[in-house]
């Protein structure tokens, strides 16, 4: 027993010196069992968000203005999907299989991004949500992509710089409805409204009230804190909202010289918490939608499988 004890701390050393050296965590390497279940746990919401996050999108590719833009939401839509399954995979390293993480999103047992239990209104939320929630998925990710975990760091270089594609057409979006008519302008500018403080929520509570923060960052699952890619978030789209002739709907906003940081009024957490216990806008739509179309998607699922079997018995 004892041999067993000091083995195991002589494990958690190494393994916390391989961190410390920015060296990367392979599956197969040994890990602590509390790092392979908090990997899971984020990993897999982040997985979740990726597909949740399609629904609101994808209730405005028929009502696109244009064929150009309908095109351009598909190709977007379709990436979130791929970001998905690449997130899905990657977690499956750990050895959790697909179908128990779909089954506790389903059970409300794993979460997903507070920010897709919001619905789109109209054309300029389909803006908001690219230049906004995508922008901050950017700088989040931007971060995670330095994470000790070698699958889920690489799975992010390549979804930030579809992010980064995604993120600009949000902004082209708002920034034409702000070279339009009066109501056009109008427009957008509620739909910052709307969109502003729920994606500050995206980076999660309050460093003082994050419960994960600590040891994650220990581990290198997350390298920068929330609060300070939320000020990072701030800072960068401040600008761009004013670029385009936006208002950030914060009657608070100011220019700190001295810091160089835009400061802002307290978050509602309340409302914060509330959207992530289940009682947003759209959370139980937004499941009920899911399981609806998991269900009706079994048989595509056993046909897959019989066919994988087929084409390996020819081989
Ligand atoms: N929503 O201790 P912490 C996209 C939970 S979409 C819901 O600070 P942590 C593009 C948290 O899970 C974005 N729950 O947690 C796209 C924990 O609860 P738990 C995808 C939240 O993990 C656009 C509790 O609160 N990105 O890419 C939220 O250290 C359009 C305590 O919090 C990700 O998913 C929240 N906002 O830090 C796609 C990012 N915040 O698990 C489609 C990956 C916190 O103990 C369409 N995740 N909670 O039950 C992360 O980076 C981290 O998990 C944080 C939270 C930073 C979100």
Request: overall charge neutral; charged content about 25%.
């Amino acid at each position: 027993m004892q041999k067993n004890e000091s083995s195991i701390s002589f494990l958690e050393k190494q393994f916390q010196e391989k961190i410390n050296n920015d060296i990367k965590i392979e599956p197969k390497d040994w890990m602590p069992e509390a790092y392979r279940n908090n990997l899971i746990r984020q990993m897999s919401q982040h997985a979740h968000s990726e597909i949740i996050g399609m629904q609101p999108e994808g209730n405005w590719v028929l009502r696109a203005p244009t064929l150009r833009a309908k095109k351009i939401l598909l190709a977007k839509i379709q990436d979130e999907a791929g970001h998905g399954l690449y997130l899905y995979s990657a977690t499956e390293t750990l050895g959790i299989d697909r179908k128990e993480m779909i089954e506790q999103l389903q059970q409300g047992k794993a979460k997903y991004s507070s920010i897709f239990n919001y619905p789109t209104l109209n054309w300029a939320d389909i803006g908001a949500v690219g230049w906004l929630v995508d922008g901050a998925a950017i700088v989040n990710q931007t971060m995670l992509a330095r994470g000790s975990y070698g699958p889920y760091s690489r799975a992010m270089l390549r979804i930030c710089k579809e992010e980064g594609f995604h993120q600009r057409q949000g902004y082209e979006i708002m920034a034409k409805m702000m070279a339009g008519n009066a109501s056009q302008k109008e427009m957008a500018q509620d739909s910052l409204n709307r969109w502003w403080e729920p994606s500050l929520m995206m980076f999660g509570p309050h460093d003082s009230e994050s419960t994960h923060s600590e040891q994650s960052m220990k581990w290198k699952i997350k390298v920068e804190s929330n609060d300070n890619l939320r000020q990072r978030f701030i800072n960068k789209t401040v600008d761009q909202a004013h670029h385009i002739g936006l208002t950030i709907p914060d009657k608070n906003l100011t220019y700190n010289k001295e810091t160089r940081n835009w400061e802002i009024s307290p978050i509602n957490w309340e409302e914060f918490w509330n959207v992530v216990k289940g009682n947003g806008p759209c959370n139980r739509q937004r499941i009920a939608h899911h399981t609806k179309y998991h269900n009706e998607g079994q048989w595509v699922r056993e046909a897959a499988l019989v066919f994988a079997k087929k084409e390996m018995e020819i081989q």
